[in-house]
């Protein structure tokens, strides 16, 4: 049992729901439009699940043998004493995106290079985030790619595996939970400014500053809570999904700490606060776009 925990720990398991958001909202979004197909949908989001399971052993994994965790430090998952080796997590990571490229070979026989396209940058893009030469976490790329891959690759990405169609209002969904994703990497870096410095981990706070990076995350909710009135006025249609850009207003004190306060203890808070409001947005979102 006490290893099974270890496995849990590391896989870390608030960062899947996190990852299940998105696709989450790519499958309402699709059944909502009459265009949803359950084995794809399935398929996606164990898929999705896989990849992030894999990104986040690889991360830890390659954090490591870089210096930017140390084993049996605060943020060390693998490496250490009662938790799994560093040779353990390199064969966990490379199972997890093998049979991520499982559910992607399916998807690819119904959608067809599409398909493979996103597959193949999703986890090329995972592995990469902390490994190889220019890892894009140590360049200040993290953002972006959060941004990206956590936003309209993966919510228009699972529409289209259903309906074989893009779709406008798709990608601009997609927008929302990538930059409330990106609010919640920005909340964790200007956390961890000083040891990623130290690492020469160059993330947006080691480059730019904490203020810069307290401003994008300011920046990223407010987007993010513009992303349905930009439906409503692309569409014309369903205005109850305006209902979750009021979530902001009950967002208020978060932002006030993140704003304010450099205490880890603080941060923790709001990166928990953080990642509940992208749950709670992508389920109410789904929710009124697919009664």
Same mark, same amino acid.
């Given at each position: 049992? !006490?290893?099974?925990?270890?496995? *849990?720990?590391?896989? !870390?398991?608030k960062t899947l729901a996190v990852a299940a958001?998105? &696709? #989450?909202v790519g499958i309402a979004m699709a059944f909502?439009?009459?265009?949803?197909?359950?084995?794809?949908?399935? %398929?996606?989001?164990?898929?999705?699940?896989?990849?992030?399971?894999?990104?986040?052993?690889?991360?830890?994994?390659?954090?490591?043998?870089?210096?930017?965790?140390?084993?049996?430090?605060?943020?060390?998952?693998?490496?250490? &004493?009662? +938790?799994?080796? $560093?040779?353990?997590?390199?064969?966990?990571?490379?199972?997890?995106? /093998?049979?991520?490229? *499982? @559910? @992607?070979?399916?998807?690819?026989? !119904?959608?067809?290079?599409?398909?493979?396209?996103?597959?193949?940058?999703?986890?090329?893009?995972?592995?990469?985030? +902390?490994?190889?030469?220019?890892? *894009?976490?140590?360049?200040?790329?993290?953002?972006?790619?959060?941004?990206?891959?956590?936003?309209?690759?993966?919510?228009?990405?699972?529409?289209? %595996?259903?309906?074989?169609?893009?779709?406008?209002? %798709?990608?601009?969904?997609?927008?929302?939970?990538?930059?409330?994703?990106?609010?919640?990497?920005?909340?964790?870096?200007?956390?961890? =400014?000083?040891?990623?410095?130290?690492?020469?981990?160059?993330? $947006? /706070?080691?480059?730019? #500053?904490r203020p810069f990076v307290r401003q994008e995350? *300011?920046?990223?909710?407010?987007?993010?809570? =513009?992303?349905?009135?930009?439906?409503?006025?692309?569409?014309? &249609?369903?205005?109850?999904?305006?209902?979750?850009?009021? $979530?902001?207003?009950?967002?208020?004190?978060?932002?006030?700490?993140?704003? =304010?306060?450099?205490? !880890?203890?603080?941060?923790?808070?709001?990166?928990?606060?953080?990642?509940?409001?992208?749950?709670?947005?992508?389920?109410?979102?789904?929710?009124?776009?697919?009664?």
């Amino acid at each position: 049992m !006490r290893k099974v925990l270890s496995w *849990l720990i590391a896989v !870390r398991p608030k960062t899947l729901a996190v990852a299940a958001a998105p &696709v #989450g909202v790519g499958i309402a979004m699709a059944f909502g439009d009459g265009v949803g197909h359950v084995p794809s949908a399935v %398929v996606a989001f164990v898929g999705g699940l896989l990849i992030q399971i894999g990104t986040n052993l690889s991360n830890d994994y390659f954090d490591l043998k870089r210096g930017a965790d140390r084993p049996g430090g605060r943020e060390a998952r693998i490496g250490g &004493v009662g +938790t799994p080796s $560093l040779p353990e997590a390199k064969w966990a990571f490379i199972l997890a995106f /093998a049979l991520a490229g *499982l @559910c @992607c070979a399916y998807l690819v026989a !119904r959608g067809g290079w599409p398909i493979l396209v996103i597959g193949l940058l999703s986890i090329l893009s995972g592995l990469l985030y +902390t490994a190889g030469p220019w890892p *894009l976490a140590y360049l200040g790329l993290g953002d972006l790619f959060v941004l990206v891959f956590f936003g309209p690759v993966a919510v228009a990405g699972t529409y289209y %595996v259903q309906s074989f169609e893009w779709n406008g209002a %798709v990608l601009l969904a997609g927008l929302a939970p990538g930059f409330l994703s990106t609010a919640i990497l920005a909340v964790n870096n200007i956390r961890d =400014a000083e040891t990623d410095g130290l690492v020469n981990k160059r993330t $947006l /706070a080691v480059r730019m #500053g904490r203020p810069f990076v307290r401003q994008e995350y *300011l920046l990223c909710l407010l987007a993010a809570m =513009a992303v349905p009135v930009g439906i409503f006025l692309l569409t014309g &249609v369903k205005p109850r999904i305006l209902l979750p850009s009021a $979530l902001i207003f009950f967002f208020i004190p978060t932002v006030l700490d993140v704003m =304010a306060s450099s205490e !880890r203890r603080v941060l923790d808070r709001a990166l928990s606060r953080t990642a509940g409001l992208l749950m709670v947005y992508s389920i109410l979102f789904s929710v009124l776009w697919a009664i």
